[in-house]
């Protein structure tokens, strides 16, 4: 097992940053892609990025382009999101996931989910 522990979360003005973490702990993550994903109210749950185990590939889906930025350390087993020009729209709980690489980037696909964090853009 997995466990994926995020952090970070909070409430923020419109044009604001916040900075996501997740600590990964228990068996390896070595050759998982790291994932955020995110789930507002009444929503289905959401890709926002990813970041394979090598860090040189790294994919965002098109509402946080330019805006958001995904780190990760596996010497520390860490994966981080910057999340910068924050909009009323990302309000959403953020989830941490570990998915194996080379699957689709699903929620479907993902083998461990952390608990999810809680950010809130004010306009």
């Known amino acids: 097992q997995v466990q994926l522990v995020e952090s970070g979360g909070g409430l923020v003005q419109a044009g604001g940053s916040l900075r996501l973490s997740c600590a990964a702990s228990?068996?390896?993550?070595?050759?998982?892609?790291m994932d955020w994903f995110r789930q507002a109210p009444g929503k289905e749950r959401e890709f926002v990025a990813t970041?394979?185990?090598?860090?040189?590939?790294?994919y965002y889906a098109d509402s946080v382009k330019g805006r958001f930025t995904i780190s990760r350390d596996n010497t520390k087993n860490t994966v981080s999101l910057q999340m910068n020009s924050l909009k009323p729209e990302d309000t959403a709980v953020y989830y941490c996931?570990?998915?194996?690489?080379?699957?689709?980037?699903?929620?479907?696909?993902?083998?461990?989910w952390g608990q999810g964090t809680q950010v809130t853009v004010s306009s």
């Open positions: 996931a570990a998915r194996p690489g080379g699957t689709d980037r699903l929620p479907s696909q993902v083998a461990y």
């Open positions: 228990g068996r390896t993550v070595r050759g998982y892609s």
């Open positions: 970041i394979n185990w090598s860090i040189d590939s790294t």
